[in-house]
């Protein structure tokens, strides 16, 4: 199965766009909403964001490719991606149209984040493939309705809708749980990731904020005030990914945008995004996103 996911990021029928989603979550603002209606067949996204997302198909055909599975949606099925979980997406039929929220876990309120609460988010922690994402009949038809008066909520945005969004999002996530069996060994839940996201956040804002240069370890652990080798394991346990590879991530989604964003020739792009050369980020971007900076530029624009 790892050699089909490596095949399906490199594959020339592929042209990866990398989406760096430009909003950042934080207790001031902890959601981002977006309803697409009459989505049109592409290229595949590449993403990942530090809040849970819970997606749902209204109609038409969807794809998410994550790191050992592939998501194949009709309408009713819902989508589950973790905190910095890399994935893929792409819409697959014409006139597709779908709704999506990334929140983080205390959006959903002290309930859902506690103990006795855990269950609506249960479901992220587990393996992917075993993630509540194709209802039964009974349950599809309850996900669509409340999916439908999400996508409402947040595209007309009446007086109080961000309460409706938290609702609805609770509602959905209780319907595909309701008669879910979680693994018996799941992961570490998402409460316990999002309890210690803060005390990683101030290596992730010195990424972020100075995307040129390449922030070492050492530097990052002491921001965070923990050892280095403190810092390397709670920043896996946090993230699922090693701080190195996490910040080459972040490197490769800002080149991507400078790419799309800029005319600047690619040797200045690697600079700007913290790679010793052109061929650095030549090397780089063709494995992460399956294609070279040049042709990225080109099929995007």
């Known amino acids: 199965m790892k050699r089909a996911r490596e095949e399906a990021y490199i594959s020339p029928d592929w042209a990866i766009r990398a989406s760096s989603f430009d909003f950042r979550l934080s207790a001031a603002e902890p959601f981002v ?19 849970l997302e819970l997606g749902v198909l209204l109609s038409g055909a969807v794809e998410q490719h994550y790191d050992d599975y592939l998501f194949v949606g009709r309408p009713g099925d819902a989508w589950l991606v973790s905190m910095w979980e890399p994935h893929l997406w792409r819409t697959t039929v014409p006139r597709t149209d779908q709704v999506a929220v990334v929140f983080l876990p205390e959006f959903l309120g002290d309930e859902a984040t506690s103990t006795r609460g855990s269950g609506l988010l249960r479901p992220f922690a587990s393996p992917t493939r075993e993630r509540p994402m ?25 007086r109080g809708w961000e309460t409706a969004v938290r609702l609805a999002v609770g509602r959905i996530l209780f319907e595909l749980s309701r008669n879910w069996e979680a693994p018996s060994r799941p992961s570490a839940l998402p409460s316990s990731r999002a309890s210690g996201l803060a005390r990683i956040m101030p ?8 995307p040129a240069a390449r922030v070492g370890l050492e530097k990052a652990a002491a921001a965070c005030g923990l050892s280095a080798p403190h810092f390397s394991r709670v920043f896996r346990r946090i993230t699922g990914l090693s701080f190195a590879k996490f910040r080459l991530r972040a490197h490769l989604a800002y080149a991507a945008r400078l790419l799309l964003t800029t005319e600047l020739p690619t040797d200045a792009v690697a600079a700007q995004a913290g790679f010793v050369d052109g061929s650095h980020l030549h090397r780089n971007f063709v494995r992460q996103y399956g294609s070279t900076p040049g042709r990225y530029r080109k099929q995007a624009g």
Do not use: F, M, Y
């Open 134 to 158: 194709h209802p039964d009949p009974e349950t599809r038809q309850v996900v669509l309705r409340v999916a439908r008066e999400l996508r409402d909520e947040v595209e007309q945005k009446p």
């Open 203 to 210: 290596a992730l804002e010195a990424i972020h904020a100075r």
């Open 33 to 51: 909403a977006r309803s697409i209606r009459g989505g049109q067949p592409g290229p595949p996204h590449a993403s990942v964001h530090d809040g």
